[in-house]
């Protein structure tokens, strides 16, 4: 049964109150600031939500859900340059205004397998613009996905290092990262590129690692 109009107005406030607490204040946000940002009582909210975690949840659906708009925006893209660049600058701009969101997110317990699947929803439609890039002769003919995920992750340091002296440093690295994916003057790779099995063993690495540090 849908939400009645005033349920939905509230639901919508209590995901944009608990989308900025958590971004401001991370794993120590409270339900009640929550609640009280969103202009509504603790009641409602534990209506709307029974539990942190379901918060969390919905909040982690909608974060993706951005993600993945990106993703099928670039998909869509004429110009897969254009696209790719365009998902970059969107992805990277969100992580890093929602970092200690990020945080939480990473931290949430049973959402492997949603994160999982999210992930190949994500790379799928990325593994398009790659090939479509290469077929435009605008992306160096050797550029993989997973060459893009682990460049997508050299920014969880740096966001972390220059947010406070310098919020704006990881769009100088972006542009870096796109030159280098650009095919004049590529060095040709000696390496072989992962296959999929190993880019989401890596990936969960990363993951697992990033999650040991934050809960200690």
């Given at each position: 049964?849908?939400l009645?109009?005033?349920a939905?107005?509230?639901?919508?406030?209590?995901?944009?109150?608990?989308?900025?607490?958590?971004?401001?204040?991370?794993?120590?946000?409270?339900?009640?600031?929550?609640?009280?940002?969103?202009?509504?009582?603790?009641?409602?909210?534990?209506r709307?939500?029974?539990?942190?975690?379901?918060?969390?949840?919905?909040?982690?659906?909608?974060?993706?859900?951005?993600?993945?708009?990106?993703?099928?925006?670039?998909?869509?893209?004429?110009d897969?340059?254009?696209?790719?660049?365009?998902?970059?600058?969107?992805?990277?701009?969100?992580?890093?205004?929602?970092?200690?969101?990020?945080?939480?997110?990473?931290?949430?317990?049973?959402?492997?397998?949603?994160?999982?699947?999210?992930?190949?929803?994500?790379?799928?439609?990325?593994?398009?613009?790659?090939?479509?890039?290469?077929?435009?002769?605008?992306?160096?003919?050797?550029?993989?996905?997973?060459?893009?995920?682990?460049?997508?992750?050299?920014?969880?340091?740096?966001?972390?290092?220059?947010?406070?002296?310098?919020?704006?440093?990881?769009?100088?690295?972006?542009?870096?990262?796109?030159?280098?994916?650009?095919?004049?003057?590529?060095?040709?790779?000696?390496?072989?590129?992962?296959?999929?099995?190993?880019?989401?063993?890596?990936?969960d690495?990363?993951?697992?690692?990033?999650?040991?540090?934050?809960?200690?």
């Amino acid at each position: 049964m849908p939400l009645r109009r005033d349920a939905l107005r509230n639901r919508e406030r209590l995901l944009t109150a608990g989308r900025e607490t958590f971004a401001e204040l991370g794993a120590d946000a409270t339900l009640e600031e929550v609640a009280r940002r969103a202009g509504v009582g603790i009641g409602t909210l534990y209506r709307r939500f029974p539990s942190r975690e379901t918060l969390v949840e919905a909040i982690f659906e909608e974060h993706f859900a951005e993600v993945a708009a990106a993703a099928e925006e670039a998909g869509a893209a004429e110009d897969a340059w254009s696209g790719l660049v365009g998902f970059l600058e969107r992805v990277l701009e969100l992580q890093a205004a929602n970092l200690p969101l990020r945080d939480v997110l990473l931290i949430q317990r049973g959402q492997e397998e949603r994160i999982a699947e999210q992930r190949r929803r994500i790379g799928a439609l990325l593994e398009q613009v790659i090939a479509r890039g290469r077929e435009q002769g605008s992306l160096r003919d050797d550029l993989t996905l997973g060459d893009l995920v682990f460049a997508m992750w050299s920014f969880a340091p740096l966001f972390e290092a220059t947010a406070t002296v310098a919020p704006n440093a990881w769009r100088r690295h972006l542009q870096i990262v796109l030159d280098g994916m650009r095919p004049d003057g590529a060095t040709r790779q000696r390496v072989k590129p992962l296959g999929r099995s190993q880019l989401e063993a890596a990936v969960d690495v990363l993951r697992n690692r990033y999650y040991r540090r934050r809960a200690a």
